[in-house]
Every structure is written in C-alpha cells, then in structure tokens.
DNA sequence: ATGGCGTACACCGTACGA
C-alpha cells in the first residue's frame, strides 16, 4: 500500500500529470491539496476512468483539497469530513475520509493545505496558528477512535533549518517561525509520528521550489509537505521519499509528491 | 525595495502564494 500526499497547484491545469504520475507509482491513495476549483468542476471522470474513486472539498479559485483512492483497494469509504468539524471556515483546507480496506483494515486519511501565513504577526499568520490549533483538537479526538490515522499535506511549515536551502534568511520568517514549529511539535504531542524521521535521507531534500529563478534546477527549496501517521501505521512502513520527477516536467506544480510506502499487501 | 513565475478570474490588472 502506497500513500501520497501532493500539492498540485489547480486540478484542471495539472489533472493528466497526476493520473500518469498515479498510473506510474500504482499509488493507493493520493492526498491533494490547491485542487482550486469547486466540486463540480473537478476532472472527476478521469480519476474514475483510471480506477480511483474521488472525494473533494473545494472551492472556487484558491485552496481546495481532495482525496483520490484506488476503488479496488477498498470495500467502502465513510464518514468523510469537509473542513475541521466545529471549526467553520469559508477556506477548504481539510478534508478526511476512513478507508475500508480490503484487506479488513480502517485506515482514517486527512489531506490538509495549512494556511501559508504571509508573515509573521499578519492577520494570515494569526489565522494559521488558530487553524492549526484546531486541526491538532480535531487529531486528537480523531486518534481516540481511529488506531489507524495518516494526516498528510502542504503543512507550510519547514520543522528544521535542514529543511531550508537558505536557512539563514528564513531563520524566524514565515514558514520557519518559533510558533509555527512549536504548532507542529504540538500536532506530534497529539500521538503522531514524522514519517520522515523514519527515512534515510539526503541533505538538501526538499518538497517545493520556486517557479522563479530556476530554483528547482539549483536546488533552492524547502521541504514544507509532509506524511504523518499514528504510531500503528509508522510500525508497518516500509519507506518514505519525495518524488522530484513531475517537478521537472513542463508546466510542473511548484510542489513535489511525497510517498509512504506501508506493507500492508493492497 | 521590488520582482522574479504561475494560477484564477475576468481585468485587460489584481490577488495570492511560500
């Protein structure tokens, strides 16, 4: 069972880079953030076509999340959730679903677009930091009742100066700020684990990259998109990377697909 | 200090992003 999350920037601009891209990976469920488009105007039928069932809650323009899943990997897919329950917010930002999987697992997924939070002490700012408190409420009444829980998305957070090209010009900015890493520790403390902590991986690994001054072919990025799960499924993972390949094609997303591999046989 | 690039909506430029 292969799980991924990937800010697409636009669904409709970048639909058949994402189809080749699952067809390519055999991924099994896709977590997509910036789909940018209402529910209704999603390429819904071709991810059909392809095999993979769709749950989106968009809106029109900006942010935007979905949820693409392999229609013979699972029996049923249930209580599916718009938004942070209990928290109304006219951004689509979050959407989750349980997975009845074949094999007779329930596997819970989230994909979550965090509020980029423009700057720091902006209104934006104070609105991510509020998001991401009820984000980590909702986790943790999430985890109570589901042992098996993946929260993948574009966190716009960079957790460590590692995980910044130029760390000296982000050190307390925007995406790399004490309370932004403090909100993320607290989405761990909630009883999640950073699949990435799992990994080897190479030094300069990063998940998004500039459109502007060939950033990508310098290897000027950040790695802000993340994979975590509850400890039950971090046990069972076999592996975790970025794919860097569909950065490099024409009319790319800005960001990159990450991917956990579990060994769960689906 | 700005814009550099891309997307959306619909203006023939503005908002937004990370």
């Given at each position: 069972?292969?799980?991924?999350?990937?800010?697409?920037?636009?669904?409709?601009?970048?639909?058949?880079?994402?189809?080749?891209?699952?067809?390519?990976?055999?991924?099994?469920?896709?977590?997509?953030?910036?789909?940018?488009?209402?529910?209704?105007?999603?390429?819904?039928?071709?991810?059909?076509?392809?095999?993979?069932?769709?749950?989106?809650?968009?809106?029109?323009?900006?942010?935007?999340?979905?949820?693409?899943v392999?229609?013979?990997?699972?029996?049923?897919?249930?209580?599916?959730?718009?938004?942070?329950?209990?928290?109304?917010?006219?951004?689509?930002?979050?959407?989750?679903?349980?997975?009845?999987?074949?094999?007779?697992r329930?596997?819970?997924?989230?994909?979550?677009?965090?509020?980029?939070?423009?700057?720091?002490?902006?209104?934006?700012?104070?609105?991510?930091?509020?998001?991401?408190?009820?984000?980590?409420?909702?986790?943790?009444?999430?985890?109570?009742?589901?042992?098996?829980?993946?929260?993948?998305?574009?966190?716009?957070?960079?957790?460590?100066?590692?995980?910044?090209?130029?760390?000296?010009?982000?050190?307390?900015?925007?995406?790399?700020?004490?309370?932004?890493?403090?909100?993320?520790?607290?989405?761990?403390?909630?009883?999640?684990?950073?699949?990435?902590?799992?990994?080897?991986?190479?030094?300069?690994?990063?998940?998004?990259?500039?459109?502007?001054?060939?950033?990508?072919?310098?290897?000027?990025?950040?790695?802000?998109?993340?994979?975590?799960?509850?400890?039950?499924?971090?046990?069972?993972?076999?592996?975790?990377?970025?794919?860097?390949?569909?950065?490099?094609?024409?009319?790319?997303?800005?960001?990159?697909?990450?991917?956990?591999?579990i060994?769960?046989?689906?």
């Amino acid at each position: 069972m292969q799980i991924a999350t990937w800010n697409v920037n636009s669904i409709k601009m970048r639909a058949e880079q994402v189809l080749g891209w699952l067809s390519d990976t055999q991924t099994t469920a896709l977590l997509m953030q910036e789909t940018k488009t209402l529910d209704e105007a999603f390429p819904r039928e071709a991810f059909e076509a392809a095999g993979y069932r769709v749950f989106t809650c968009g809106q029109k323009t900006y942010n935007g999340v979905a949820l693409a899943v392999r229609a013979e990997a699972v029996d049923a897919v249930e209580d599916i959730v718009c938004n942070i329950p209990g928290y109304p917010d006219a951004q689509k930002r979050l959407i989750a679903a349980t997975l009845q999987l074949r094999d007779g697992r329930r596997l819970r997924v989230a994909s979550a677009y965090f509020p980029n939070g423009q700057e720091v002490g902006a209104d934006k700012y104070l609105y991510k930091l509020e998001w991401i408190a009820a984000l980590t409420l909702w986790v943790r009444r999430e985890l109570a009742r589901e042992p098996l829980f993946v929260l993948g998305g574009d966190f716009n957070i960079a957790p460590s100066d590692a995980d910044l090209w130029n760390p000296a010009e982000w050190r307390g900015k925007i995406l790399a700020s004490a309370p932004e890493r403090s909100a993320w520790a607290g989405l761990l403390a909630a009883g999640l684990e950073d699949s990435w902590a799992q990994g080897l991986h190479a030094p300069e690994t990063y998940s998004w990259w500039d459109y502007r001054m060939s950033a990508f072919e310098k290897n000027h990025g950040m790695r802000i998109d993340h994979l975590l799960a509850s400890h039950a499924v971090i046990k069972d993972m076999d592996d975790v990377w970025i794919d860097a390949r569909p950065r490099a094609l024409e009319k790319p997303s800005d960001h990159a697909p990450v991917v956990m591999r579990i060994s769960w046989p689906l």
